[in-house]
């Protein structure tokens, strides 16, 4: 019988052999399956043996592996509340809770990549096209029309407008989205915006990571909905596996039944919070003063008094997330729609890939809420698309075969946009 000591749940020993069991077959297929979709297998199939302690299997393989992308899906997909989240990952505090639902792993993007048929049921947009930065129907540069959004805007204000327009039309009940913490503006959180003033308060980048997902649970909560989710290409993808997990429980029902649009913000790495502080530290100024950071091929820095400095973004990149290595996807590639800050300054380039997106784009677009632009207008848009799409790709393994953030450290080498183009991970000369 299992129990609990020093407060920590103490597995029996057909737990752990069950455990075992399945992380043996794990590593198996890893090695030998024709196709690494074929690697849910390995935790699907102990629901039909009467399932298994999931959580220890996520725990082990991922997050105290330091494989962990702190995307939060196990931590807002568990029926009965295991996990909490701390320091950018989930802590099994009630692990004695588990049910054996194994919907912790199913929604896990570092375990697996996405099942064969989630295009299918995403309903990318024809005519579909794929230039290296997943499929999508059209582009733009996009920007909001009305002046009071643009003013609090990162670059054009397009998520924004299209977000209040559903509220404001009652398209939208609510969204997931990124703020700041009390004091400090350049520390995000999560947070749930069901009114112009809260999405407004959440306008702009931050370049420190949010667990934005953490939200879903006040939404799920209070029944909020439709809901858009906002959020860097891990977000969109652990919320795409929570609304299509074959795992077909209350919670992955709920997301799939009552989330309604995705928005994904195109992340080639987040920064870590120590990363603020660095940076204040190379400008010669007080972390708390810093207003504004935007990278565009540098890093800029705006002040809460105006004055703009700006700092080398390789200078920069030493204090990326580590985490940041076991994300191939730059463009939010599962998203209903893509946006980010490059090419047209002031401008949001924007990637219309699902019908969902297309319907709420256009309907905002034909309100009067948003203006377009070709994206030939600036074609360094496109050439950015490329090149930071290929780079999160180029040369890597899923990010089950990555090495574990230990072997890394042991490595001296954590920077996770050249491990594998100018690091370790880099083909040899002689290969």
């Given at each position: 019988?299992?129990?609990?000591s020093?407060?920590k749940?103490?597995?029996?020993?057909?737990?752990?052999?069950?455990?075992?069991?399945v992380?043996?077959?794990?590593?198996?297929?890893?090695?030998?399956?024709?196709?690494?979709?074929?690697?849910?297998?390995?935790?699907?199939?102990?629901?039909?043996?009467?399932?298994?302690?999931?959580?220890?299997?996520?725990?082990?393989?991922?997050?105290?592996?330091?494989?962990?992308?702190?995307?939060?899906?196990?931590?807002?997909?568990?029926?009965?509340?295991?996990?909490?989240?701390?320091?950018e990952?989930?802590?099994?505090?009630?692990?004695?809770?588990?049910?054996?639902?194994?919907?912790?792993?199913d929604?896990?993007p570092v375990?697996?990549?996405?099942?064969?048929?989630?295009?299918?049921?995403?309903?990318?947009?024809?005519?579909?096209?794929d230039?290296?930065?997943?499929?999508?129907?059209?582009?733009?540069?996009?920007?909001?029309?009305?002046?009071?959004?643009?003013?609090?805007?990162?670059?054009?204000?397009?998520?924004?407008?299209?977000?209040?327009?559903?509220?404001?039309?009652?398209?939208l009940?609510?969204a997931?989205?990124?703020?700041?913490?009390?004091?400090n503006?350049?520390?995000g959180?999560?947070?749930?915006?069901?009114d112009?003033?809260?999405?407004?308060?959440?306008?702009?980048?931050?370049?420190?990571y949010?667990?934005?997902?953490?939200?879903l649970?006040?939404?799920?909560?209070?029944?909020?909905?439709?809901?858009?989710?906002?959020g860097?290409?891990?977000?969109?993808d652990?919320?795409?596996?929570?609304?299509?997990?074959?795992?077909r429980?209350?919670?992955?029902?709920?997301?799939?039944?009552?989330?309604?649009?995705?928005?994904?913000?195109y992340?080639?790495?987040?920064?870590?919070?120590?990363?603020?502080?660095?940076?204040a530290?190379?400008?010669?100024?007080?972390?708390?003063?810093?207003?504004?950071?935007?990278?565009?091929?540098?890093?800029?820095?705006?002040?809460?008094?105006?004055?703009?400095?700006s700092?080398?973004?390789?200078?920069?990149r030493?204090?990326?997330?580590p985490?940041?290595?076991?994300c191939?996807?730059?463009?939010?590639e599962?998203?209903?729609?893509?946006a980010?800050?490059?090419?047209?300054?002031?401008?949001?380039?924007?990637?219309?890939?699902?019908e969902?997106?297309?319907r709420?784009?256009?309907?905002?677009?034909?309100?009067?809420?948003?203006?377009?632009?070709p994206?030939?207008?600036?074609?360094?848009?496109?050439?950015?698309?490329?090149?930071?799409?290929?780079?999160?790709k180029i040369?890597r393994?899923?990010?089950?075969?990555?090495?574990?953030?230990a072997?890394?450290?042991?490595l001296?080498?954590?920077?996770?946009?050249?491990f594998?183009?100018k690091?370790?991970?880099?083909?040899?000369?002689?290969?």
């Open positions: 019988m299992s129990t609990v020093n407060g749940y103490v597995k029996t020993a057909a737990e752990q052999n069950r455990l075992d069991r992380i043996t077959r794990y590593r198996k297929l890893i090695e030998e399956a024709d196709s690494p979709h074929e690697w849910a297998f390995a935790w699907r199939t102990e629901i039909n043996r009467g399932g298994f302690r999931t959580v220890d299997f996520l725990m082990q393989t991922i997050v105290d592996a330091g494989k962990c992308i702190g995307c939060a899906s196990c931590v807002t997909i568990c029926p009965v509340d295991v996990f909490d989240y701390e320091d990952q989930p802590i099994d505090t009630r692990t004695g809770a588990c049910v054996q639902c194994v919907l912790c792993a929604v896990c375990l697996r990549p996405a099942d064969n048929d989630l295009p299918d049921q995403l309903g990318f947009r024809q005519p579909k096209k230039e290296g930065y997943g499929s999508y129907s059209y582009g733009h540069y996009v920007r909001a029309t009305e002046p009071g959004i643009l003013s609090r805007a990162q670059d054009g204000g397009m998520v924004s407008a299209l977000l209040i327009h559903g509220m404001e039309t009652g398209t009940g609510g997931v989205l990124g703020d700041v913490v009390p004091g503006r350049q520390i959180q999560p947070r749930l915006a069901t112009r003033d809260s999405v407004l308060a959440c306008a702009g980048s931050r370049y420190t949010s667990p934005n997902l953490i939200a649970q006040q939404a799920v909560r209070e029944n909020v909905s439709p809901l858009a989710v906002v860097v290409p891990c977000q969109v652990g919320t795409r596996l929570q609304q299509h997990s074959s795992i429980l209350e919670l992955a029902n709920w997301y799939r039944k009552n989330i309604s649009l995705v928005i994904g913000l992340c080639s790495e987040a920064f870590t919070h120590e990363s603020i502080n660095q940076l530290t190379m400008i010669d100024v007080d972390p708390l003063s810093i207003e504004n950071i935007n990278i565009k091929g540098k890093v800029i820095v705006r002040l809460d008094s105006s004055e703009t400095h700092v080398s973004l390789a200078k920069y030493e204090f990326a997330r985490a940041c290595l076991y191939l996807d730059y463009g939010a599962n998203a209903d729609i893509a980010g800050g490059i090419g047209l300054d002031g401008w949001t380039y924007t990637l219309i890939r699902t969902r997106g297309h709420a784009f256009q309907a905002a677009l034909a309100d009067g809420w948003l203006e377009t632009r994206l030939d207008d600036e074609p360094r848009g496109e050439m950015l698309m490329n090149k930071l799409s290929a780079q999160k040369n393994p899923l990010p089950a075969q990555m090495p574990t953030l072997e890394r450290q042991a001296n080498y954590l920077d996770p946009k050249t594998y183009t690091g370790p991970g880099a083909p040899s000369e002689e290969s």
